[in-house]
Every structure is written in structure tokens, then in C-alpha cells.
């Protein structure tokens, strides 16, 4: 049974990077698979952030895209995502998700833009 | 940037038979697998429904997609307490080369 864990700080400054790590268990991230990110902002609907497959192909959300990295990191079961230049826009909960369908979900990791 | 819209809610007593929309376009629903999710109050959202009309291990047959065009429906039928959550729909879109999510749909069990 594959489970997700979001971590990583909870505040961040105006114009710093936000990063997130998410862990893989009961699965092997080097077999393949897609892994991808979604955020919500409090009260809001669900936003994508962008997905990176196997191939190490990755596609992220247009209005993000200057600003978003997705990586995997096989040797730590992790993938992870930066995001630059951060504003208070982009406070919200931050999911980490598997599959090309996202289905499993990780608990999701609440990131605050503030100074 | 929602570009699947969906009713704002939806409600109905228990016992009956609730539907919900997603209307898209020809770059996304029209030639695209349509996905439906249920977020409970306080949690992650949970996949209820994959490519178009398939249920994964779990979720109950009351339960049920559609797609027709550009247009996708989740039905869900004996409406349970439980079933009071917000509903969101989602399809990748050739046009943008990623995912998006509808506007969320919150369904109350009256």
C-alpha cells in the first residue's frame, strides 16, 4: 500500500523559496510511476502545481512554471518541489499525490507566506 | 484558473439521488480521461472515480461518472450522511500541457 508524507517548513518570507519533500512508503520510486503536486489555498478549490513521470518528463501548471521545480530523488524514496519568489498568494495546503490519476494523496502540509 | 466548472453546492435528502457537473472543453473533457474526487471536511481529497466511469477498490457503486462532449457528471445515489464533502472534478488539457481541477462542488445532506 503506497503512502505519502509531506514535509518541510510551515512559514515562509515574501520572496524566499518555499521547498517541500515528499516521502514514498510501500513503493519503490525508481520502478516508474508519476508523481505530481496540488495546492489549495485556505477556503479554496484545488489548484495543480505540476507532475514528473519516470521518464524524468515534467509538466508544471503555466501560471507557475517560472517558478516551479519537481525532482525525484530515488535514493531517498523522496520527490520534491521548489517554488521561488514566494508571495502571500501562495499560502495553502500543500499535497503531495501519485499516479497520473493522483490517487493517493499524502496528508498535505499547510505553508504560510508571512514575514 | 479553474477551467472545468462546476455548481458551487448541491443537496438533497437521504436516501436520494444527487448529481453534479463538470462542464469543460474540447481541449481537456472533450478528448480527455475525467477524474472526481471527494474531500471530507479537514482531509486530503480521495480519488472516487478514474477515467471517465472506473471506481478504484473501495469506493461504493452509489457512486457513478459520466461523460458526454465536453461535459462529465458524478451521480451518487442513496445519499448518505457520510457522503457530505466537497466534490471536485479534473481532466488534463492538451491546450495548457497539464492538469486542471474544477471549481469544487460542496454537497449537503439535508
Known amino acids: 500500500q503506497v503512502q505519502l508524507q509531506e514535509s518541510g517548513p510551515g512559514l515562509v518570507k515574501p520572496s524566499e523559496t518555499l521547498s517541500l519533500i515528499c516521502t514514498v512508503y510501500?513503493?519503490?520510486?525508481?520502478?516508474?510511476?508519476?508523481w505530481g503536486w496540488i495546492r489549495q489555498p485556505p477556503g479554496k478549490g484545488l489548484e495543480w502545481i505540476g507532475s514528473?513521470?519516470?521518464?524524468?518528463?515534467?509538466y508544471y501548471n503555466p501560471s507557475l512554471k517560472s517558478r516551479v521545480t519537481i525532482l525525484v530523488d530515488t535514493s531517498k524514496k523522496q520527490f520534491s518541489l521548489t517554488l521561488t519568489s514566494v508571495t502571500a498568494a501562495d499560502t495553502a495546503i500543500y499535497y503531495c499525490?501519485?499516479?497520473?490519476?493522483?490517487?493517493?494523496w499524502g496528508q498535505g502540509t499547510m505553508v504560510t507566506v508571512s514575514s | 484558473q479553474s477551467v472545468l466548472t462546476q455548481p458551487p453546492s448541491a443537496s438533497e435528502t437521504p436516501g436520494q439521488r444527487v448529481t453534479i457537473s463538470c462542464s469543460g472543453s474540447?481541449?481537456?473533457?472533450?478528448?480527455?480521461?475525467v477524474y472526481w474526487y471527494q474531500q471530507l471536511p479537514g482531509t486530503a481529497p480521495k480519488l472516487l472515480i478514474y477515467?471517465?466511469?472506473q471506481r478504484p477498490s473501495g469506493v461504493p457503486d452509489r457512486f457513478s461518472g459520466s461523460k458526454s462532449g465536453t461535459s462529465a457528471s458524478l451521480a451518487i445515489s442513496g445519499l448518505r450522511s457520510e457522503d457530505e464533502a466537497d466534490y471536485y472534478c479534473?481532466?488534463?488539457?492538451?491546450?495548457?500541457?497539464?492538469?486542471?481541477f474544477g471549481t469544487g462542488t460542496k454537497v449537503t445532506v439535508l
Open positions: 499525490a501519485s499516479g497520473d490519476s493522483f490517487d493517493i
Open positions: 510501500g513503493y519503490s520510486i525508481s520502478s516508474g510511476y508519476c
Open positions: 474540447t481541449s481537456n473533457i472533450g478528448i480527455n480521461y
Open positions: 479534473a481532466a488534463w488539457d492538451d491546450s495548457l500541457s497539464g492538469y486542471v
Open positions: 514528473i513521470y519516470h521518464s524524468g518528463s515534467t
Open positions: 477515467r471517465n466511469n
